[in-house]
């Protein structure tokens, strides 16, 4: 309930942050997706703990990603700055109105670069690393395994269903 939610979200990260610093001792790189993310930045004490744990993670030999549809929800949160500020990487694929609107100002993205965000198909959008952007297509085979492993398209999950 809503009650336990603050709690489970803070326990949960206290046991991602146990189990990459078990790896970090033993050599191992870890790669860590939070998906919904905009989900741990609606509660004050957990966004508060996202960002010490964001940067707790990179030290550990982590690479910590977090994933949303929609980045209003994320971008609204005081606390994403800094998570902004201690991210090497971002990619975006095709993008709502309102959300290229508040991603131009808070990236500096130009409306030329904001094309490619704009009503896009799969597999199409920006990169960011470090201060270079660079626009992409990537037309993956979907005739392959790998393909139907990464898809989350339901369409291409129906079918794998028939198959099997």
């Not at 670069?113 to 990537?138: A, C, K, M, R, W």
């Amino acid at each position: 309930g809503a009650g336990l939610r603050t709690i489970a979200m803070l326990i949960m990260q206290d046991l991602v942050n146990s189990q990459v610093s078990m790896n970090f001792l033993r050599g191992i790189a870890t790669w860590c997706y939070f998906d919904e993310f905009h989900v741990l930045l609606r509660d004050r004490l957990t966004a508060s703990y996202c960002v010490a744990i964001w940067k707790m993670l990179r030290k550990k030999g982590c690479v910590p990603s977090a994933l949303t549809q929609n980045v209003k929800d994320f971008l609204a949160s005081p606390e994403i700055e800094n998570i902004f500020e201690n991210s090497d990487f971002l990619v975006l694929l095709s993008q709502a109105q309102g959300d290229r609107q508040i991603l131009a100002k808070q990236l500096g993205i130009s409306p030329h670069q904001l094309s490619y965000v704009t009503h896009t198909n799969s597999g199409e959008g920006l990169l960011f690393f470090g201060n270079t952007t660079i626009p992409f297509v990537d037309r993956f085979p979907q005739n392959t395994e790998l393909y139907a492993i990464m898809t989350t398209r339901p369409e291409d999950k129906k079918q794998e269903m028939n198959r099997a």
